[in-house]
């Protein structure tokens, strides 16, 4: 299994959104609503902020949203905030998980 | 509070072994499926092993399968990988993370709580 196409990096000035892409095929996206998406800072462990294509774990700020449609699912950041900066990986249940490339977020 | 604490990488020549262990504490460790997955430096993540809470179910994937080994010690609140024949593409940093549990639900393969992490060196 390769893992899942995410783009390199996206950026944004405070207060835009900006929209992270996840890309698989119908055997893991397209096939199951097991989607999450992990939020990690240089050093430290990641942290879960979207489970479930859509569901946001308490204490994850609405800003943050998921969705998906076909083969590619979305997280999105509204509101995009100085410590949004960070690396995030998508991962997808494919008969065992299966993580996305990752994206850097830039701040501008 | 949640912690969990890896122990045990270091430095090894190609084709050694090494152990890892993974201490939990501050949730129902035994009621949880717990796994554990790596980073390359400057690289992504990949998810390594999962194994249920009674250790019945065991999960590897392909890269590490007949190589490495999962296991639990619910008594001892502890999580274990041990890696045999150790190759460069193993060097990685290895974090055990638990599956997430909210509202009496678990979501097997979505990973919450995560320890710091142990640096496992492949290299001659």
């Known amino acids: 299994q390769s893992a899942l196409t995410q783009p390199r990096s996206v950026s944004g000035s405070p207060g835009q959104s900006v929209t992270i892409s996840c890309t698989g095929t119908s055997n893991d996206v397209g096939n199951y609503n097991y989607v999450s998406w992990y939020q990690q800072y240089p050093d430290k462990a990641p942290k879960l902020m979207i489970y479930?294509?859509?569901k946001r774990p308490s204490g994850v700020p609405d800003r943050f949203s998921g969705s998906k449609s076909g083969n590619t699912a979305s997280l999105t950041i509204s509101g995009l905030q100085a410590e949004d900066e960070a690396d995030y990986y998508c991962?997808?249940?494919?008969?065992?998980?299966?993580f996305g490339t990752g994206t850097k977020v830039t701040v501008l | 509070e949640v912690q969990l604490v890896e122990s045990g990488g270091g430095l090894v020549k190609p084709g050694g072994s090494l152990r890892l262990s993974c201490a939990a504490s501050g949730f129902p460790f035994s009621t949880y499926f717990m796994n554990w997955v790596r980073q390359a430096p400057g690289k992504g993540l990949e998810w390594v092993s999962s194994?249920?809470?009674?250790?019945?179910?065991?999960y590897y994937a392909d890269s590490v399968k007949g190589r490495f080994t999962i296991s639990r010690d619910n008594a001892k609140n502890s999580l274990y990988l041990q890696m045999h024949s150790l190759r460069a593409e193993d060097t990685a940093v290895y974090y055990c993370?638990?599956?997430?549990?909210?509202?009496?639900?678990?979501?097997?393969?979505?990973?919450?709580?995560w320890g710091q992490g142990t640096r496992v060196t492949v290299s001659s």
């Open positions: 194994i249920s809470g009674s250790g019945n179910y065991i």
């Open positions: 479930d294509v859509t």
């Open positions: 993370a638990s599956e997430y549990c909210s509202g009496g639900t678990c979501y097997t393969w979505t990973f919450d709580y």
């Open positions: 991962c997808s249940y494919a008969g065992s998980p299966l």
